[in-house]
């Protein structure tokens, strides 16, 4: 397949071969897309190259999100460097998210100020300085931008606290990003996956309850595979999405339409 040939895009969040980004990455290579990478430090980088290797890219930029504009590792330094090999870029996919994992247990109510103030700006804020890095690159052709929610945003879930507090803040970011960059014909989205085992959900306390949980009250009776994830990104990225913007897509087996699941589903 090549719905996505001759399209260049930037992946922001693989950790290793277990990553939602990775399984989007490799649909969309699959289907014909060029990719570059980015990686937070030496370490991620260690594991990246194996996985780049494998879909022929040797495209990757170190970025911290966290750094200041004006550092040589930033969103906006990476995003010159892209403009150096690139003259375009069509997609990006922001799967990037942070928090103390010891503030990730027991209640929201103890989060400290420096964590959440961190939290935020790692969560939510960077795809928002990621969006205005990117313009120059999407200004001709238009383009799509593609994040990572989970049901958290919604709903309170068990240990994920000021991650859900991040994560609401990044699914409105995306209906005002919509707003700003529509008549640019840039849509931005935001693609909300129930649990996947991945090193990111591995760290949150009570992992395998909410998994199980999940998997039981979920309409369609299973958790969502990597595969399906990356199907759902690769519609949001190509031009079968050409006219959805604003919107949190959510690729949960239904999980997220359930109010009172019943009974039975919960003995």
Known sequence: MSIMKDKKG???????????????AKKLADNGAELAFSYQNEGFKKRLTPLMNS?????????DVSKAPNDLNSIEKMFEEISKIWDKIDFVVHALAYSDKEELKGKYVNCSRENFLNSLDISAFSFTRIAKA?????????GSLLTLSYLGAER????????GVAKSALEASIKYLAMDLGKDNIRVNALSAGPVKTLAGAAISGARHVFRYSENVAPLKFNPQLEEVGNAALYLTSQLSSGVTGNVHHVDG???SVAIPKQENLE
């Open 55 to 63: 879909l022929n890219s040797d495209k990757c930029f170190e970025c």
């Open 134 to 142: 990117a313009l120059p690159l999407m200004y001709s052709n238009g």
């Open 254 to 256: 239904g999980l997220h």
């Open 10 to 24: 930037l992946i922001m969040g693989v950790a290793n071969e277990r990553s939602i980004a990775w399984g989007i």
């Open 156 to 163: 309170t879930t068990p240990n994920y606290n000021v991650m």
